[in-house]
């Protein structure tokens, strides 16, 4: 397995590395590995997500999590490899980073134009839908009905604002997957901005 990146990493660690020993990781990674060599996917290694770890990270291990309980209670595991990996895909980084920098300003565009929004602008609100559009400009061919309402329902119940409900197995576990890897009771006074509800200065 060799991947060159076009972009360094915000994270300490390589979730690649962590995952490349267990018994699942090749048969995942022939699935999802022509979107992570992407230069577009790859700049998502750039953009905080979660508790300072990146997005390129986040989406990694939910799409690897999602695919391992797939096989285990017989579900396509194909469907939430490719839904875990893209169901963040949004277009414009939600926090700042430094790093951003080097990237086209349509990426920060929120922190450079500060546009106020309402609340189904929100991030946690809106940004499965721009993920879904995203998915469909720069990887529609590895996409079907499942993986799109994977993709747009992922943030349920709030998806219910946007008149998103999960519809199939595969989506249940991305949102469930989703939710696991991004919950932190340690920090329960930033629950609302892990919900993206928060705005972000």
Known sequence: MKLKYKYPCID??????????????YD???????????????????????ENESLWTHSIKVSFL???????????????AIAGLLHD????AWQYSKE?????????EKFIKKEKCNFKQLHGIHHPIDALDNSKKYYNKF???????????????????NGNFPKYK????????????????????????????????
């Open 170 to 201: 595969e989506s249940l576990v991305v949102t469930m997957i989703d939710k696991y890897v991004s919950f932190n009771l340690s920090n329960i006074k930033e629950f609302t901005k892990y919900l993206g509800l928060k705005k972000i200065q």
């Open 28 to 50: 995942w990674y022939k699935i999802v590995r022509k979107i992570l060599k992407t230069k577009e996917f790859q700049k998502r290694r750039l953009f905080i997500h979660h």
């Open 143 to 161: 996409l079907n009905k499942k993986i799109e309402d994977a993709i747009i329902s992922h943030m349920f119940p709030l998806s219910i604002f």
């Open 100 to 108: 951003l920098e080097c990237l086209d300003e349509k990426y920060r």
């Open 66 to 80: 999602s695919y391992k309980f797939a096989l285990k209670y017989n579900i396509n595991a194909y469907n939430c």
């Open 12 to 25: 300490e660690i390589n979730i690649l590395d962590i995952y490349k020993n267990d018994k699942y990781f």
């Open 89 to 92: 895909f949004y277009t414009k």
